[in-house]
């Protein structure tokens, strides 16, 4: 069945917009030495899809992931999940703003070892109390307004506006025109300098947290007293060394609160030394970049 010009006009736009941001991530990426997996074919997964499971064993479709030590044929560990949504009216943004935090609040947590990023792109029509309920929920959100993007196609001489009372002739006209048009890099640059301050917000906080280092690791034996260490090796030793230093005393547990330097924590608690050391390892030094 064919798509109604109304409905191509809005893909156009979408599609234009996740286009722009994504450029935008390629770059960041590229400059942070991640890599950065969007919808299309890829050796070390199946289909066109970016699909990721959590530990109940949901798939769930994404838009962007960025992996730190990822290649086109291997899955890296994710840092960030990235999702992007456009919506001409209000109608629909809460509804969107719930389907995003379904596909990833489950992924965060079955990655809570990565604490990855949270990021959605947003454009058109969104509510602020959708806006506010991913905010709430601990998501970076990088939004371009309706009015914004009239804007910016405005000053190179294209008529983004639609209305629901928008005839469908006006729409293949608008269709052609766009067709046509070949400064749409123009349109893209117009439009991330307009909304800069928001632009640079997002991506700096995005860089904060694929940037960060632990800072201290305090590890407490259910029995004993809390010991904070400034590294993972030394986190390490002193589980491996602790039963040895305290006699015949049990470890019942081990609690592990991992500290970063931009204020994220992650917290893990543990029936054995064995698993703590593995949880521990998770976060070993960056493995060497290959040549």
Avoid: C
Avoid at 148 to 158: D, E, R, S, T, V
Avoid at 226 to 254: M, R, W
Avoid at 282 to 289: D, E, I, V
């Amino acid at each position: 069945m064919a798509k109604s010009p109304a409905h191509k006009w809005g893909q156009i736009i979408g599609d234009f917009l996740e286009e722009v941001f994504a450029i935008e991530l390629a770059k960041f990426a590229r400059n942070h030495r991640l890599y950065l997996d969007t919808q299309g074919e890829r050796p070390a997964r199946t289909g066109k899809k970016v699909s990721w499971i959590d530990s109940f064993e949901n798939t769930h479709d994404l838009d962007f992931v960025l992996e730190r030590y990822g290649t086109k044929n291997k899955i890296g560990e994710p840092v960030a999940f990235i999702e992007s949504a456009w919506r001409r009216y209000t109608k629909h943004s809460r509804n969107k703003a719930q389907e995003i935090q379904g596909a990833i609040l489950p992924l965060v947590a079955t990655h809570k070892n990565f604490a990855p990023f949270m990021g959605v792109m947003l454009a058109g029509e969104f509510t602020g109390g959708a806006l506010n309920q991913l905010k709430s929920l601990g998501f970076h959100v990088l939004y371009f307004p309706y009015d914004l993007i009239l804007q910016a196609f405005k000053k190179y001489g294209m008529d983004a506006s639609t209305e629901e009372n928008t005839s469908e002739k006006d729409f293949l006209t608008k269709i052609k025109n766009w067709e046509d048009f070949d400064k749409k890099n123009l349109i893209a640059r117009y439009l991330l300098k307009l909304n800069k301050t928001e632009v640079d917000t997002f991506f700096d906080n995005l860089e904060k947290a694929v940037s960060r280092f632990i800072e201290s690791i305090n590890v407490l034996p259910l029995h004993g007293a809390s010991s904070t260490l400034s590294s993972v090796k030394q986190a390490i030793d002193f589980i491996e060394s602790y039963q040895t230093k305290n006699g015949d005393l049990p470890v019942l547990k081990y609690e592990i609160i991992v500290r970063y330097n931009n204020k994220d924590k992650v917290e893990g608690i543990f029936n054995s030394k064995d698993s703590a050391i593995q949880f521990l390892e998770s976060y070993a030094a960056p493995k060497p970049k290959k040549k």
